[in-house]
């Protein structure tokens, strides 16, 4: 099992930039591919980001691609999002994920959460 603590969220104008972290704790980090999803209407979280479990391969949502950029730190059991060129319709809750397929950027697919952080991106 591994638990899941995202940090990093916050208020930021248009074409702004964030950083996303996730602190991983638990079994072994390098045995997870790590997303990171968003919440979407109707509580459907929906793709934005996945890195397979050495960090060498990188999946991105169309809506994101050349914005965001996914990255990880096995040694400090760490994933990080760095969000550019912020848009208003970024806001939202964003949450980082584990699972075990790669590549998967379904929901299922993903079997630890955590509670999220929220982005609000201002016109």
């Known amino acids: 099992q591994v638990h899941l603590v995202e940090s990093g969220g916050g208020l930021v104008q248009a074409g702004g930039s964030l950083r996303l972290s996730c602190a991983a704790s638990?079994?072994?980090?390098?045995?997870?591919?790590m997303g990171w999803f968003r919440q979407a209407p109707e509580n459907e979280r929906d793709f934005v980001a996945a890195?397979?479990?050495?960090?060498?391969?990188?999946y991105y949502a169309d809506s994101v691609k050349g914005r965001f950029t996914i990255s990880r730190d096995n040694a400090k059991n760490m994933v990080n999002l760095q969000m550019n060129n912020l848009k208003p319709e970024d806001t939202t809750v964003y949450y980082c994920?584990?699972?075990?397929?790669?590549?998967?950027?379904?929901?299922?697919?993903?079997?630890?959460w955590g509670q999220g952080t929220q982005v609000t991106v201002s016109a």
């Open positions: 890195i397979d479990f050495s960090g060498d391969q990188t």
């Open positions: 994920a584990a699972g075990n397929l790669w590549p998967s950027w379904r929901g299922y697919e993903y079997a630890y």
């Open positions: 638990g079994r072994t980090f390098s045995s997870y591919v």
